[in-house]
């Protein structure tokens, strides 16, 4: 079983300041998304990483690949309020037998207060 | 809106009744994707589709579950004898063939178990 490992499952900060999420496997993933679900409805995607070592920045969010393909982390800088949701990660495979198919990380619930 | 749509929305049904879901997936996309997903947990993958083939299910789907794509496009999901722990969001989601294709999701059935 690959298991993405994601913390923290909780995270409560004040608008500006920064964060950091973390997603961490034992295995290895051909790619990685991370995707931002608010409530009632799915989640929406963010980005794709799939180069080892790969850094992706999306206005304040910075997303970046670990060189084993192992882990991810999103950074976000001057958090706002707008930012509040629960953010997933989610590794895939391209070959083999598992066709793409996603795992999901627990997600992290991110408040940011005004 | 071409994006993924699932119906209904959502849905709430005794406990022994049976369910049936649908979704129609980004027109020119032929992997379609179930998956299941409980309150504060990320989605669990149940099943996949490449055109009207069901290549992958996962152990989550029970005997009670059954899911189709009959003509390669949308696909229903059926629950048959309904259980209090079937209660979750169903969410859907599609993507083109071909190596690391991000999944793009729709919003979801929510289904509630009396």
């Known amino acids: 079983t690959q298991l993405l490992e994601q913390s923290p499952q909780f995270l409560s900060i004040q608008e500006g300041e920064n964060l950091t999420v973390y997603c961490n496997s034992s295995?290895?993933?051909?790619?990685l998304q991370w995707y931002r679900q608010e409530p009632g409805e799915g989640p929406v995607l963010l980005v794709t990483v799939v180069t080892g070592g790969e850094v992706k920045k999306l206005k304040r969010l910075t997303f970046q690949f670990g060189d084993a393909r192992k882990d991810s982390s999103l950074h976000i800088t001057a958090a706002q309020p707008g930012d509040t949701g629960l953010y997933l990660c989610a590794g895939s495979h391209a070959g083999g037998t598992s066709y793409g198919k996603l795992t999901f990380g627990q997600g992290t619930i991110l408040t940011v207060h005004p | 809106d071409t994006g993924v749509s699932q119906n209904p929305r959502h849905k709430i049904t005794k406990r022994g009744q049976n369910v049936t879901f649908r979704c129609d997936p980004i027109?020119?996309?032929?992997?379609l994707y179930w998956y299941r997903q409980t309150l504060g947990q990320g989605p669990e993958f149940l099943t996949y589709f490449q055109n009207e083939a069901q290549l992958e299910k996962s152990r989550l789907l029970s005997d009670r579950f059954s899911a189709e794509r009959p003509k390669g496009s949308f696909s229903t999901l059926e629950i048959q004898r309904t259980e209090q722990g079937d209660s979750a969001m169903y969410l859907c989601a599609s993507s083109p063939q071909g190596g690391d294709q991000p999944q793009h999701f729709g919003d979801g059935t929510r289904l509630s178990i009396l």
């Open positions: 027109s020119e996309h032929n992997r």
């Open positions: 295995s290895v993933f051909s790619s």
